[in-house]
Structures are given as structure tokens and as C-alpha cells.
């Protein structure tokens, strides 16, 4: 059942929010990579996370996955606290990151199966979950070749297949389809809204892609120089800024920046490139 639905039948009051960000900051040194941000993520919902690089977008993703220990604030993922629980937070994800989180010298099945171990999922089920999620993402015909064969969007989907493994409450993606082109990036997500879909699976991604976010996510919020600048709808923030504008249009007119995302082709090394650069730049 949605949240939509779940409100509407006067469910939703006991149930906790997705993600919910209290007032946090985080500096690196003397910088604020992160200001006073406030933020609330609904459970079922895809909410896309967009801004400039530097805006401090991965810098919150790896705050929520416990990645980087909290500074100031307070940050709660389905109602248990990063800070005092952290890995009781790491059993509700799923995550893909930025840079490369794939073996080139193991199968595709191989890659899934050590994520399987280390997400604990339980020795008895680990073969047929592997073999799900290869399924769900169509490489069960290349599960046995090596990953340093594939092409970017088998890369990706292998990824997801990673995150998938141990069926997660809360799937997050950071720049996910940098770098794909728009076939492989629509298989991607493909995927993405199959989980979510079967399992009441909620999102959290980032992307430079407005038409990913416009078309994919129920909200967005807007991050610039570490600030929140506008959350809302996809409709509403365009609505805002006039008939007939764009997401990018809003993305500009709260940012100030150019997307200059890039969509090109490539196997394994180019993934790799693109995901270095990147994380270099926020």
C-alpha cells in the first residue's frame, strides 16, 4: 500500500518518515559542505536530491548512509537514529554510489553473491536472492562472465543488483546514470520502478538528468552551496516559475548553474572515469 493510500484511510500517523534531516550541518575543515538543512523524505516516495556539483548532495547522501559520522544535527532513517544506530540504518539500504562498487575480476554473479554476504542476508536464501535480482536486472545470461567485460549499462545494472540483493526498505542512488546512454539509462530505471512497485520501496537518488527527475521522482529538492533552496513536486516548482517552464528552468533559476551533464558511452573503464571525476567535484 502507498503512502498516498495509506493517508487517505487514515493509516499514515504511525508511521515513520523514510528519511527526516534535522537541522544539519557538516564541514570539511574550514568549509560547510553541508548548512542547517531540514529535509524530510516520505516512505514510498521517489525524491530526487538535485543541485550543482559542490552543492553538498553526496556529501548528505553519505551522512544518511552513515558513511560519514554526524557533526551537528540530528538524522533518523525510518525512525532509527544514524548517529547512536548506525548499523540498524545499514540493514534498511541499498546503495549505489558514485564511484565503482563492482569487481572486474569476478563474475557478475560472484559480485552479487559477496554483497549478499555482507548484507547478512541469510546463507539458506543467498543463492535464490542472487539469482533473483540478476533476473530482475537481465543478466542471468551474462551472470557467469567476468564484470571487466560489460558494457556501462550492465555495470550499472549489476550495481543495482547489488543494492537489490537484500531487498531494501530505503534505495539510494547517486548519480546512477552518469555517463549511460538514454537506452540504458531507461533500463536502469526500469528496474528501479519494478522494485518499487513489487516491494513499497523508497527512493532517494541524485541526478543531473532533469528529465529523470521530472519524470521519475514524486518531489525534489533543490541544494545549493550546501543550502536547501526549494522542495516540491516537479508541477509545483515549475508552476512557480511560469507556464511552459522546465525543471531545468528551476534548476537555473536556484542555482544560478549550468547542468553540463554528460551522456556518453562506454564499458567498465569509462564508468570508471566518469564516477572518479565525479566524486572529485562534489
Known amino acids: 500500500m502507498s503512502r498516498r493510500e495509506r493517508a487517505s484511510r487514515g493509516l499514515e500517523t504511525t508511521v515513520a518518515e523514510a528519511i527526516s534531516l534535522d537541522h544539519v550541518t557538516f564541514r570539511f575543515g574550514t568549509h560547510v559542505a553541508v548548512d542547517d538543512l531540514t529535509l524530510t523524505v516520505h516512505p514510498g516516495e521517489c525524491f530526487g536530491l538535485l543541485g550543482p556539483n559542490g552543492a553538498g548532495k553526496t556529501t548528505t547522501i553519505r551522512i544518511i548512509n552513515t558513511l560519514l559520522n554526524m557533526q551537528e544535527g540530528a538524522v533518523t532513517v525510518f525512525g532509527i537514529d544514524v548517529r547512536t544506530r548506525s548499523m540498524a540504518v545499514r540493514r534498511q539500504l541499498g546503495y549505489v554510489p558514485q564511484q565503482l562498487s563492482i569487481e572486474g ?157 554528460e551522456s556518453g558511452k562506454g564499458g567498465l573503464r569509462s564508468v570508471r572515469t566518469t564516477r572518479r571525476t565525479a566524486r572529485r567535484m562534489g
Open 105 to 261: 575480476a569476478l563474475t557478475a554473479r560472484e559480485n552479487v553473491s559477496w554483497f549478499a554476504r555482507l548484507y547478512d542476508v541469510p546463507r539458506s536464501e543467498r543463492r535464490a536472492r542472487v539469482d533473483e535480482v540478476l533476473e530482475m536486472v537481465d543478466l542471468s545470461d551474462a551472470a557467469d562472465r567476468l564484470a571487466s567485460g560489460f558494457s556501462g549499462g550492465m555495470v550499472r545494472r549489476l550495481e543495482l543488483a547489488q543494492a537489490l540483493v537484500n531487498r531494501p526498505a530505503l534505495l539510494v542512488l547517486d548519480e546512477p546514470t552518469v555517463g549511460l546512454d538514454p537506452v540504458a539509462r531507461d533500463s536502469v530505471w526500469q528496474r528501479v520502478a519494478q522494485m518499487q512497485a513489487e516491494y513499497g520501496m523508497t527512493v532517494l537518488l541524485t541526478t543531473h538528468y532533469m528529465e529523470e527527475a521530472d519524470e521519475l521522482c514524486d518531489r525534489v529538492a533543490l541544494m545549493h552551496n550546501g543550502r536547501l533552496a526549494e522542495v516540491g513536486t516537479p508541477a509545483q516548482l515549475k508552476a512557480a516559475q511560469g507556464e511552459g517552464a522546465s525543471l531545468e528552468d528551476v534548476f537555473r533559476a536556484h542555482t544560478g548553474a549550468d547542468l553540463g551533464a
